[in-house]
């Protein structure tokens, strides 16, 4: 496929932090991918949540699938736009590998308690992983990645610009991502294949978990007119398929969105090169302002009933409490860390960086594993 001129051409990547002969059969950006998927931060990724907690029905999305999803939408729009589809797929695929267990229930407990030490942030953690934690190959730690795919994944969701988290700012003085600037049109791509893949899992989601129902999906822009759709064209549809077939075209309507916003900006703006793109003022890809203005009202219809719903909020609560009690107990007895983890815990020169080894480990937990540990140490947890 012939690549737009504003698209990130392998033949023109900056490198990697250490310097690789390029492969006989992949591109650079297919080396990054590969990578990515091999990494035992993406197989973790498993048995990691959403919304709902892991154990709680094998039918929910998990950070696996949503991955496979955003990837599989970046794909289609990147590809609709000449730009590099392996690029977009690579950031889309490690997008979503710093988030802790128990979805972002996990990330506001952990970053709570890191307040002292630095902060969390899951963007920052993917960062560390890809580039620190990872330790596989005999020539470097972590993915040795793309500059590419490396600024994707800390730019997907735009300048990076005040106080950085840590894990990024330590890794940027190695190797400056222009943090400053807006990423490349695949990574812009991969956070907008974001938004429409969790917007439209988590209205299957809820549905299935009976946080709401049709009738109620009907009173809202773009899923009522989906709905509708489906019953002018199928009168009597068994419910499931009509569910299918109704949410199916609310993920048309966002992507068509997508590619026919970007299609007209950038034949306003003409970028001619993937550094223009990176220099605009805003982003080159996102929703049109009507739809965008739809989807904030479906997001406030799920943050009302799915993700504060009563049953949702108990579990945060539980779950929250396993890692109130894992962290500091790990931080005051690091010795209860594996014997894989005591050579980080033995190099740390002081109780910051003891915190983040600590974070690194409990942050890399699975909910299963976290539920797991917590049960073994503490007992089972009170429902």
Known sequence: M?????ACKPEESRGRLYPEAMSTFRSPFQRDRDRIIHSSAFRRLKHKTQVFVEHEGDYYRTRLTHTIEVAQVARTIAGALGLNVELAEAVALAHDLGHPPFGHTGEDA?????????????NAQAIRIVTRL???????????????????IAKHNGPVTGELPYALAEFNELYDLELHTHASAEAQVAAVADDVAYNHHDLHDGLRAGLFTEDDLMELPVT???FAEVDRLYPGLEPMRRR??????VFGVMVEDVIAVAETRLATSKPQSAQEIR???GPIIRFSKPLYQNLKAIKSFLFTRMYRAPSVVRERKRVTRMVNDLF??????PSLLPSDWQDDIAAARNETELARVVLDYV???????????????????EE
């Open 244 to 249: 299918h077939e109704a949410l199916r075209r």
């Open 279 to 281: 220099e605009m003022e």
């Open 2 to 6: 012939t690549l737009a001129p504003f």
């Open 134 to 152: 990872e330790r596989h190959y005999a020539d470097f730690d972590g993915l040795n990645l793309t500059w590419e795919t490396l600024e994707g």
């Open 110 to 122: 952990l970053a709570a308690l890191m307040a002292p030490y630095g902060g969390f942030d899951h």
């Open 224 to 226: 009522g007119p989906a």
């Open 328 to 333: 500091p107990l790990f931080l005051k007895d």
């Open 363 to 381: 942050a890399g937990m699975t909910d299963r594993f976290a539920i797991q540990e917590h049960e073994r140490i503490f007992g089972p947890a």
